[in-house]
């Protein structure tokens, strides 16, 4: 994908032309605009395909199939695509329309939705270069005692996209040592593979979010990005379609690694599995002297952001 800009509709004093890449007045010479309110504004624009720098589509009312029309016709064609954008809801429908997406958005000044646009190009952005891809140092920590955890209320993550094999989020009771849970890709006899899923643990556990914070798995909702590792430390982000919460059993692991120590509550449950250097561990039968993958980190957390100082979590 190339890099999404953003364009200001109209010039504008409350500071958001610094922060467009284009000021757009009505009219200029490489753009031509097109009304996408029926079938005749598609085959208009599908018509300047390639005869154009610019297309910018407005719509009266959002419509997606014929803007992913003119992106897939464009794609290649060295014409490119602008879409007027007034709603927040709409930014990832253009932003990211047939993977590809739209090359700009046009939008009002409107701080709110300038803020909202700017996430997402950044989002589309940072996918853009294949530089930016984010890792977290993964070390193998040594387990050293399996216990009952008793019962509560265990998470299942359920993403909007699938997993592959290797891949999961990184849980723990503290956000300094965060333990690698994989997701429920792994085939089993007595349960079909749900591979969209992450059963997490236990809702006080801390969790990876996309953006570098940590959450407890009880402030999680649908729609937010978390991160999604695996085991080399390639971190992706992925949005939450649901959350299932019930009473479960838990098992507690308890692990070190070198002069630390951490421990994280896992459903007892075969389709919980952990990771080691070659394999995947179900958490039912772990034994102690097993090694599992862990991210550790120093300092304290406020509000999910990292801050200097000490903190000591058992």
């Known amino acids: 994908m190339i890099r999404v800009e953003l364009w200001l509709e109209g010039e504008d004093s409350s500071g958001l032309t610094g922060n467009a890449d284009r000021v757009w007045i009505g009219e200029a010479a490489d753009v031509a605009v097109v009304h996408l309110d029926d079938h005749r504004g598609q085959d208009e624009a599908l018509s300047l395909v390639g005869m154009v720098d610019w297309i910018l589509v407005r719509c009266s009312d959002w419509t997606m199939i014929p803007l992913e ?112 849970i994989h997701g429920e890709t792994v085939p089993s006899e007595f349960v079909p593979s749900r591979p969209f899923r992450i059963n997490a643990g236990a809702v006080h556990a801390y969790c990876l979010m996309a953006d570098g914070s940590t959450r407890y798995l009880s402030e999680l909702e649908a729609g937010d990005a978390v991160a999604i590792t695996d085991s080399s430390g390639a971190i992706r982000p992925a949005s939450i379609g649901r959350l299932k919460i019930e009473r479960r059993p838990f098992l507690l692991v308890r692990f070190e690694i070198g002069e630390r120590s951490g421990q994280v509550l896992a459903q007892q449950a075969e389709t919980v599995r952990f990771i080691n250097e070659t394999d995947t561990l179900s958490v039912t039968s772990l034994e102690a002297g097993d090694r599992i993958m862990v991210r550790t980190s120093t300092g304290m957390r406020h509000v999910g952001r990292k801050v200097a100082g000490e903190m000591n979590e058992r």
């Open 69 to 180: 029309n003119i992106v897939a016709a464009a794609a290649g064609s060295g014409t490119r695509v602008a879409a007027a954008i007034s709603k927040t809801v709409d930014l990832n429908g253009a932003a990211f329309a047939l993977q590809h997406g739209v090359d700009a958005l046009l939008l009002p000044a409107d701080e709110q939705l300038w803020v909202a646009a700017e996430a997402v190009a950044g989002e589309r952005n940072s996918q853009d270069s294949e530089e930016s891809t984010e890792t977290v140092e993964l070390l193998l920590a040594g387990v050293t005692s399996i216990e009952s955890g008793g019962v509560g209320e265990r998470v299942c993550v359920d993403l909007t996209e699938r997993l592959a094999l290797g891949e999961g989020m990184l849980i723990g009771s503290s956000a300094n040592a965060l333990v690698l």
